[in-house]
T-cell receptor, first 114, second 110 residues
Framework: DTAVSQTPKYLVTQMGNDKSIKCEQN?????MYWYKQDSKKFLKIMFS???????INETVPNRFSPKSPDKAHLNLHINSLELGDSAVYFC?????????????FGQGTRLTVV | GDSVTQMEGPVTLSEEAFLTINCTYT??????LFWYVQYPGEGLQLLLK?????DKGSNKGFEATYRKETTSFHLEKGSVQVSDSAVYFC?????????FGTGTKLQVIP
C-alpha cells in the first residue's frame, strides 16, 4: 500500500490552462504539505495544512490554491499556468506539525508547461 | 528561521571510495534531522534520521550523527557503490515544516 500517493505522476499542459494535482495519504496523519522542486533540485515548501486548516503559505502566487476536503487529502489547483510553473511537485504528510514527527513524501508529479 | 547548508556538488568518486557530505543547520527549538536520497527520475526516499543530539542514524551503510555542539549532521559511507549515484538532501524537521538543503549530486564511477 502506498502511504502518500499523488496523481498524476506526469502532467504536460499548455500555458494558460488550469490543472489540479491530487494527493492522498492513508497513514491517518493530521498534517499535509506541498513542496516544489525546481530544475536545480531545490525543494521549497509551498503550503502546509493541519487538520484541514492552512498553517503555512510561503509566498506562493495566488494562482496556486490548495484544497483539503478532509484530513487524508490535499489537492493543489493551479490557474493560468505559466512556463515557470514547470517543476516537480511533492506532497507529504506527518502525524502532526511538530519537530519529532517524520514527514512521508509522495513520488512527485512532474509538471511541464509548454 | 530554520536553514540547512550542505556542500555543493557534484561529487564524483570511484567505487569503494569513502564518502562524506557535509551538512550544517540553523534552527530554533529541537529539530529532528534527516537525509533523503533521490535517484534519477524518482521521488524522495528517507535514507536515515536522528531525532535528538548525539543520535546516530544509519541505513544501507550510510551513517550520520546529530551533533548539537557543531550544529552538523554529516553523511558518511565507508565504501560507495555505483548504485549509490543519486542526489542527497539534508533536511531539518522543525515546527510545521521540513527545510531542505540544496542537495548534493553524487556520481560513483566504476
Amino acid at each position: 500500500d502506498t502511504a502518500v500517493s499523488q496523481t498524476p505522476k506526469y502532467l504536460v499542459t499548455q500555458m494558460g490552462n488550469d490543472k489540479s494535482i491530487k494527493c492522498e495519504q492513508n497513514l491517518g496523519h493530521d498534517t499535509m504539505y506541498w513542496y516544489k522542486q525546481d530544475s536545480k533540485k531545490f525543494l521549497k515548501i509551498m503550503f502546509s495544512y493541519n487538520n484541514k486548516e492552512l498553517i503555512i503559505n510561503e509566498t506562493v502566487p495566488n494562482r496556486f490554491s490548495p484544497k483539503s476536503p478532509d484530513k487524508a487529502h490535499l489537492n493543489l489547483h493551479i490557474n493560468s499556468l505559466e512556463l515557470g510553473d514547470s517543476a516537480v511537485y511533492f506532497c507529504a504528510s506527518s502525524q502532526g506539525p511538530f519537530e519529532n514527527t517524520e514527514a512521508f513524501f509522495g513520488q512527485g508529479t512532474r509538471l511541464t508547461v509548454v | 528561521g530554520d536553514s540547512v547548508t550542505q556542500m555543493e556538488g557534484p561529487v564524483t568518486l570511484s567505487e569503494e571510495a569513502f564518502l562524506t557530505i557535509n551538512c550544517t543547520y540553523t534552527a530554533t527549538g529541537y529539530p529532528s534531522l534527516f537525509w533523503y536520497v533521490q535517484y534519477p527520475g524518482e521521488g524522495l526516499q528517507l535514507l536515515l534520521k536522528a531525532t535528538k543530539a548525539d543520535d546516530k542514524g544509519s541505513n544501507k551503510g550510510f551513517e550520520a550523527t546529530y551533533r548539537k555542539e557543531t550544529t552538523s549532521f554529516h553523511l558518511e559511507k565507508g565504501s560507495v557503490q555505483v548504485s549509490d549515484s543519486a542526489v542527497y538532501f539534508c533536511a531539518l524537521r522543525g515546527y510545521q515544516k521540513v527545510t531542505f538543503g540544496t542537495g548534493t549530486k553524487l556520481q560513483v564511477i566504476p
